[in-house]
């Protein structure tokens, strides 16, 4: 099987898109014909995961423009809250899906649907209550309101089965102090796709950014 036919065919698991890179760009697209080039611009850099938000009316436009046309990427939707944008994220092309929180419904929906879910949390009862339902890889969401490199270390203890990736005011600047704990396995990042790059259609800038994100330790 080519590397091209296997990320088409393979079926992700949480994990396998957290170790993918060190960082997962979190992506607002307002334009669909943006998609595609700004996908690719983000591949020439090193990303070939990318979370799209469900944040804008064109959203699982934008993802289906992308799982359609750029193979070499994996697609998921990002900001998914429940089991009917879990199937139009599916419907649409995406192969993960990224959620601010966690609800049953939302976790039976993502299992039956066989979607990877990468759900957050912000607190150890949220912690255990999504290792109820199965998932040890969680997001840290809002990171730094939330506690930011302090509460991710004090989630080791009690929490050592579990990797986290913050997400939400985690730049460049921070970047490298998130990636060098243990429990994180990667680091959600919205600067790779500043929204002035997409209107000025710079995708030079942003394969610069992926670039430098792809430089990046994970411990």
């Not at 611009?41 to 995961?49: E, K, S, V």
């Not at 109820?132 to 930011?148: D, I, S, Y």
């Not at 270390?153 to 579990?162: L, S, Y």
């Not at 997409?198 to 800038?205: A, I, Y």
Request: some cysteine; glycine content about 8%; proline content about 6%.
């Amino acid at each position: 099987m080519t590397k091209k036919n296997y990320l088409k065919e393979h079926k992700f698991t949480a994990l396998e898109v957290m170790q993918d890179a060190p960082v997962v760009p979190v992506i607002v697209v307002e334009e669909v014909a943006h998609a595609v080039p700004m996908a690719k611009a983000l591949l020439r850099g090193g990303i070939r995961m990318l979370e799209v938000t469900l944040r804008t009316p064109k959203a699982l436009d934008v993802i289906k423009a992308i799982s359609q046309e750029v193979s070499e990427v994996v697609v998921g939707a990002g900001t998914v809250r429940n089991a009917k944008q879990a199937q139009l994220a599916l419907s649409a092309g995406a192969r993960f899906a990224v959620s601010p929180g966690l609800t049953l419904e939302l976790a039976n929906a993502c299992r039956d649907l066989g979607l990877a879910l990468l759900p957050g949390v912000a607190t150890p009862t949220e912690i255990m209550l999504a290792q109820e339902q199965g998932f040890t890889e969680l997001k840290f969401f809002p990171a730094v309101p939330a506690g930011g490199v302090k509460m991710l270390q004090a989630f080791a203890g009690p929490f050592p089965d579990v990797k986290f990736c913050p997400t939400g005011g985690v730049s460049l600047d921070n970047a490298r102090e998130f990636l060098g704990l243990k429990n994180v396995a990667c680091i959600g990042g919205s600067w790779l796709v500043p929204q002035g790059a997409l209107e000025e259609k710079n995708w030079d800038l942003i394969t610069r950014l992926a670039s430098e994100a792809t430089s990046l330790k994970v411990v």
